[in-house]
């Protein structure tokens, strides 16, 4: 089964990604697409838009705690953290 149609987007930024969401409520942000596009293909999932968050939109990367959680993170980069293997060597081992 084929998804619903729907407006496809890759903002250039961070504040061009808020914007088009506070637009859409109903968009959803779609980075690897591993739930997402099966939810869609099922018809589980209808957004009317999906935006692509990129890494050259400062998404990616991990903060000590108190930091800024970012949205895109691959599983390399969560694997070898020295951030996420002294607080949660599990989760580095893991990815």
Do not use: N, W
């Not at 890759?10 to 997402?36: I, Q, Y």
Request: charged share 25%; glycine share 10%.
């Amino acid at each position: 089964m084929y998804p619903t149609s729907f407006d496809y987007h890759k903002p250039r930024s961070l504040a061009d990604a808020a914007a088009l969401l506070e637009k859409d409520p109903e968009a959803r942000l779609l980075a690897g697409g591993r739930s997402l596009l099966p939810a869609m293909k099922l018809r589980l999932a209808t957004p009317g838009a999906c935006r692509r968050p990129g890494r050259d939109q400062g998404l990616a990367g991990i903060q000590p705690a108190g930091g800024r959680d970012r949205g895109v993170t691959t599983h390399a980069t969560v694997a070898s953290s020295d951030v996420v293997r002294s607080s949660c060597a599990l989760l580095a081992e893991t990815a």
